[in-house]
């Protein structure tokens, strides 16, 4: 139930379908929006620091700009909607590119070519953007999770980037905007913290007005950091600590340590997935301005799906400064053809998750029949 009613505060609304049934991804969102301060999202819990309805008769807020409730999913699609070419899989664009960094040494120090830190490198330099907030790994213990608010282009390039690992950067735009005074600010993140933006800009709340463009990375899941860690402690002797990075290839997560590569089964660490993630069909983020994945067989170039004026605006700059190079993507079909059948193997595993989780009668976040029904162009 959506939490609009007078003299309805939300967070009851959010407890019990979010966060108590486990289906909450730590994207910090509430915290950033809440008015009296009352949420605090921190190491992988949600918590409610005090009883808001203290200080509210009601509140909505929190409920509705969680990526995973009902409310605002087709307002949230509205951004992305006029754009002219849809497909199942990948939903609304305009274009789909290839793109890499023309610096040789961004290409090499970061994935899929060096795009993102280009991009957002550029983007500064030309005074386009203020700051990039964005999920790095942290440098001493990388499955540490932790979002970053990047002034300077040299922070860019020392970014390591972060993915399986649940970061709240939702919270960091939140930062960006209030403690540390940003106005244009490219936000990245994982499919689900975009979806947080996209609905704080159909609820227009104020803090949207800070934002410039949103990047959205594809996403296969992210873990339940905990019981991961215990589990490669006792199989495998793998102490968090000793992690510098986390992969995936073929059917292994590769878990690289300070003592050398381990390469383990994905279906022995498929039961540390987040709830939210095994029902989450996103792979490509569908309500960003520009999505940005893998090139798959190709190593250094990124697909880049180009959803809206203001994400083509972005690369096109990008492009025009000499700092990315890219081609149609129809010059590589294998590469299309590959971020194709990921996304629909995710969707259709998501299908699966959710048909039996209803059958079981277990409870499933409304959020995840978005994805499911292509029209959903009218506001609900
Ligand atoms: S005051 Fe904060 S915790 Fe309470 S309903 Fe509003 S956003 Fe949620
Ligand atoms: S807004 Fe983000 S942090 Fe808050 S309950 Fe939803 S997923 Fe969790
Ligand atoms: S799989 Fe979906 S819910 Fe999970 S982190 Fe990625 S985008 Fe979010």
């Not at 930062?175 to 005074?181: F, P």
């Not at 994905?266 to 039961?271: D, I, N, T």
Request: hydrophobic share 40%; glycine share 8%; net charge negative.
């Amino acid at each position: 139930m959506s939490g609009t009613q007078n003299g309805h505060i939300a967070f009851d609304d959010l407890e019990r379908e979010i966060i108590a049934p486990g289906y909450c991804t730590f994207c910090g969102a509430c915290e950033a929006i809440c008015p009296v301060h009352a949420i605090k999202v921190e190491n992988n819990k949600v918590v409610q620091a005090y009883d808001c309805s203290e200080h509210l008769d009601s509140c909505p807020i929190c409920y509705e700009i969680c990526p995973h409730t009902g409310a605002l999913l087709s307002q949230a699609l509205q951004f992305v909607a006029d754009a002219p070419l849809w497909g199942e899989n990948i939903g609304y664009y305009r274009k789909i590119l290839l793109a890499r960094s023309t610096d040789e040494a961004t290409r090499h120090a970061g994935k899929g070519g060096g795009v993102i830190a280009s991009l957002l490198t550029s983007a500064i330099k030309d005074k386009l953007i203020d700051s990039a907030v964005v999920s790095q790994s942290g440098a001493e213990r990388p499955l540490d999770g932790k979002p970053s608010i990047i002034n300077v282009p040299d922070d860019l390039l020392s970014a390591v980037d972060a993915r399986f690992i649940p970061s709240p950067v939702a919270q960091a735009f939140g930062q960006a905007v209030y403690e540390h005074g940003k106005s244009r600010i490219a936000f990245v993140g994982v499919p689900c913290h975009v979806m947080s933006l996209r609905k704080l800009e159909a609820f227009q709340h104020k803090i949207v007005d800070s934002l410039k463009v949103t990047i959205g990375l594809s996403c296969l899941w992210a873990f339940s950091m905990q019981g991961l860690l215990r589990f490669i402690c006792y199989e495998y002797g793998i102490e968090s600590q000793d992690i510098t990075e986390v992969d995936l290839e073929e059917d292994n997560q590769v878990i690289t340590t300070v003592y050398g590569e381990n390469r383990i089964p994905f279906s022995e660490l498929k039961s540390h997935i987040m709830n939210r993630c095994r029902t989450c069909g996103h792979f490509t983020s569908h309500v960003a301005d520009l999505s940005v994945g893998g090139a798959t067989p190709l190593k250094d170039w990124s697909v880049v799906i180009v959803r809206t004026k203001a994400g083509e605006e972005f690369l096109d700059a990008a492009v025009a400064s000499g700092a990315i190079s890219v081609k149609d993507i129809h010059a590589e079909p294998k590469a299309l053809e590959h971020l194709e059948k990921i996304a629909r193997h995710k969707r259709k595993d998501a299908s699966r998750e959710i048909a039996a989780l209803r059958k079981s009668g277990r409870p499933v976040p409304a959020g995840v029949d978005f994805l499911f029904t292509r029209d959903r162009k009218d506001p609900a």
